[in-house]
């Protein structure tokens, strides 16, 4: 049973920093792609950043130079460092990963950016 458990999220002001972490099981974790989204209210979900097995990073342009998504196999476990945050990062971030063509979601974790 794949479970994918986001954590860190929180309330801070714009400039700040904050570090998502992202708990996986079920899952050969060292082997499988995982990526950030974020839902903000009324808008779609989005694709923020994502690591490939062998540690390839990829970033929506929105974050670039912002963000930072790195993986610690040895704890099953993604990471988003988000600095320079902006209201406009205000959203509900998940993580996600995907196992024959199954796509596994997190529940989520808030992230509130005041100006």
């Known amino acids: 049973q794949v479970q994918l458990v986001e954590s860190g999220g929180g309330l801070v002001q714009a400039g700040g920093s904050l570090r998502l972490a992202c708990a996986a099981s079920?899952?050969?974790?060292?082997?499988?792609?995982m990526d950030w989204y974020r839902q903000a209210p009324g808008k779609q979900r989005e694709s923020v950043a994502s690591?490939?097995?062998?540690?390839?990073?990829n970033y929506a342009d929105s974050v670039k130079d912002r963000f930072t998504i790195s993986r610690d196999n040895a704890k099953d476990t993604v990471y988003l460092q988000m600095n320079s945050l902006k209201p406009e990062d205000t959203a509900v971030y998940y993580c996600?990963?995907?196992?024959?063509?199954?796509?596994?979601w997190g529940q989520g974790t808030q992230v509130t950016v005041s100006s």
């Open positions: 079920g899952i050969i974790f060292s082997m499988k792609a």
């Open positions: 996600h990963t995907r196992v024959f063509a199954f796509d596994y």
């Open positions: 690591i490939t097995s062998g540690g390839t990073t």
